[in-house]
């Protein structure tokens, strides 16, 4: 069945440094990979996706890696700031399966200044 | 558009009792997900319809849980009868189209039972 592992499950760095985070899925029928940012108390909120045919992409300070064969995807963050504080999750989605919709374990970010 | 709407935002029952989480989605979107999110589990997909019809109900954690979709622009989340360990905030989320922008969440219910 469908899957989707993440780690770290915790994160801290300082304030101007990078931060990864790195999940695998398990069903290589998925074609797109989401990562949301969930701050407390707040529901998920989309900040970039990669389709299954691409291997990058970059907006600003965040860039998602695709790696298909290995059937792993990451998050770059650069530069981090107070304000990238959060849960971070991975996702993937399942459009042979009406456009499941699921999620990893999540990443609680800290940036610290 | 006023977006996914839940009701209500906050609801506190006793063990033993019935609770109904309700769910407007966006008009003209044609998928409607339902999530439970706690601290040890995540978010965990629960059931999920298109066109008004559960697609996979597999997430369901017991008997105890059941959701429906009447019409297009409703949906329900029962759980009879609530325990504490159903304790959670729960989603739901609407979707159009293709692509991860196509969904939406709406703010979510934080339910505790006690």
Redesign the interface.
């Known amino acids: 069945g469908e899957n989707v592992e993440q780690h770290p499950s915790t994160l801290s760095v300082q304030e101007g440094d990078s931060a990864v985070i790195k999940c695998t899925y398990s069903d290589s029928a998925s074609n797109?990979f989401?990562w949301y940012k969930q701050e407390l108390g707040k529901?998920?909120?989309?900040i970039i996706?990669i389709?299954s045919n691409v291997g990058e992409k970059k907006d600003q300070r965040i860039a998602v890696t695709l790696n298909k064969t290995a059937k792993h995807f990451s998050l770059h963050i650069t530069e981090t700031q107070p304000e990238d504080s959060a849960v971070y999750?991975c996702?993937a989605?399942f459009?042979n399966?009406?456009?499941?919709?699921?999620?990893?374990?999540?990443t609680e970010l800290s940036v610290k200044p | 558009d006023a977006g996914v709407i839940q009701s209500p935002r906050h609801e506190v029952t006793e063990m033993g009792q019935e609770v109904t989480l309700r769910c407007k989605p966006i008009s003209g979107h044609n998928s409607l997900f339902w999530y439970r999110q706690t601290m040890m589990r995540g978010l965990e997909l629960l059931i999920y319809f298109n066109n008004n019809v559960p697609i996979d109900d597999s997430g369901m954690p017991e008997d105890r849980f059941s959701a429906k979709m009447p019409n297009a622009s409703f949906s329900t989340l029962k759980i009879q009868p609530s325990e504490p360990r159903d304790s959670a905030v729960y989603f739901c989320a609407s979707r159009s189209g293709t692509g991860a922008q196509g969904y939406t969440f709406g703010s979510g219910t934080r339910l505790t039972v006690v």
């Not at chain 1, 529901?43 to 989309?46: A, D, N, S, V």
């Not at chain 1, 399966?97 to 999540?106: A, E, N, R, Y």
Request: charged share 20%; hydrophobic share 30%.
């Open positions: 797109y989401p529901r998920p909120q989309l996706d389709r999750f996702a989605i459009y399966q009406g456009g499941k919709l699921i999620f990893g374990q999540g």
